[in-house]
C-alpha cells in the first residue's frame, strides 16, 4: 500500500535502524505497542495518523487486547488506505475522515465510549491540542490506567505540551527525535 507501513516492515525498519522517517514514530510506536498491552488497552483512539505506521502497531495492541482502534484524520487519502489495511489485518476499528476541532464530549460518548489509550499527533497547534486533551480526558480511564500520549513536544507540539504539562500533574517525556509527552490519568 502506498504510504502505509506494514507491521514487519516497520518492525524490520526499526530494529535494523535504518529507517528515514523524519518523526521518529518507527521508535515509538513499538513502545506505546508494548505499553498499550501491558496496561491492558482495549479502546485505543489516534487523532492523527499520518503514515500509518504508528496506527497499525496500535491497531495491533488492540486486536490482541480484544479492544478496537478508533482513528480521527483529515485527509481522506489517509483514511482510506489505513481502512484497507485495518480490514486485511483483522482489526477491529472504527476511523473517521474528521477535524479534531469538530470533536465533541457527545461525539465521543455516542461513538467511541471510554478510551484507555490515546495519541495526539494531527494538528500541533497549542489550541488544537488543547481541545482535544479537554474534549477526550472526561473519557479517558480513570484507575491510573488511562494515558495520553502527544508527539511532536520538542517541536511543533511545544507550546501546547507545556499548557498541558501545567494543567495536568502526571506528566512525563521521552526524549526521542521530536519527543513524546505522556499524561496519565489518575
Known sequence: MRGIL???QNFESVVLGNHTHRSGSLFTAP???TLAK???AKNILEIGIGSGSSAYWLGHAAKEMEGKYFGIELRAGAVNELIEMMNEAGI???IWNMNSLNLTSNFVRDNIGTVDFVLLDGSH???VIWHEITTLWPHIRKDGKGYVFIHDIYTSSKEGWAKVKSEYPETME???RSGMGIVRKI
Open 6 to 8: 506494514d507491521l514487519e
Open 31 to 33: 513502545i506505546m505497542y
Open 38 to 40: 501491558e496496561m491492558g
Open 92 to 94: 477491529n476499528h472504527q
Open 125 to 127: 497547534k497549542p489550541e
Open 174 to 176: 521521552m526524549k526521542e
